[in-house]
């Protein structure tokens, strides 16, 4: 018996780390996965990788920035599966970093909350009504950046972003609480996946250094001197958007080796 035996999860920004980790967590605890990015090749590799019979994935080509994608999505997930029981959002998009200074006319600050912000609480919009009938669970994805900004590389359009997400993450859970859906988010910090993972043997190329010796630089400041992995935060999604946490809403879950405490 797995936690999301009989439920329908879908996994938007299905890319090749968290996307992924995610649909492979909620496969393993016995949900149902339809997949969404916008890229068909990488769901194609994700979707095989998850349930290579079809019999409990379903893909969805779709840009969440877009109405007509979302109703794709849903319309798909209803299709294959007849309900939504839980929604996480995995898309991101960041410029980079910079601060107030370096923000010119904000375009690249309203690409980055369309992504970040509308396209999330677009797709939330349309299942609703879904979440109402399944009693659903959504779990959003914040930033440790946006809780304690590192001093050496300011985020501020992303970070914003992100905090923008969990003011609308905590009244979401109080306007829909009452019709027995869930909203919550986790906060990965540094996540060791294919992107830190790229970014640490670069550092180490840049420096000829080793990679041990990066990571081991990253990790000193967290008490279980080690990096949570992309998969550890998809542990921790699965766990919300279960009925064991049928007592939690409106949450943020910092999954971060004990970095950042709050």
Known sequence: MGDLDNKTIIVAGA?????????????????????????????????????????????????ITD?????????????RFGAVDGIVNVAVK?????????????STWRETFEVNVFGTMRL??????????????VVMVSA?????????HIQIEYASSKSALTGAMRHLAAEVGPDGIR????????MLGP??????????????VDAGTVL??????????????????????AFLLSDRARGITGQTLMVNAGEVMH
């Open 15 to 63: 890319g090749p780390g968290l996307g992924r980790e995610t649909a492979l967590a909620s496969f393993r605890q016995g949900a149902n996965v339809v997949l969404a990015a916008r890229t068909a090749a990488r769901l194609d590799a994700i979707a095989q990788e998850v349930d290579a019979t079809g019999q409990r994935v379903a893909r969805v080509v779709a840009d």
């Open 67 to 79: 109405e007509d994608g979302c109703h794709s999505i849903l319309t798909t997930t209803l299709d």
């Open 94 to 106: 960041s410029s980079g970093g910079g601060g107030l200074q370096s923000a010119g006319d904000f």
């Open 124 to 137: 939330i919009q349309f299942a609703l009504d879904e979440l109402k009938k399944s009693k659903g669970a």
């Open 144 to 152: 440790q950046t946006y809780h304690a900004p590192p001093p050496a």
């Open 216 to 237: 081991a630089e990253l990790t000193a400041r967290m008490p279980l001197r080690r990096m949570a992995s992309d998969g550890d935060v998809a542990e921790a999604i």
């Open 183 to 190: 909203v919550n988010e986790v906060t990965p910090g540094w």
């Open 195 to 208: 992107p830190v993972e790229s970014y640490v043997e670069r550092t180490a190329r840049e420096r000829g």
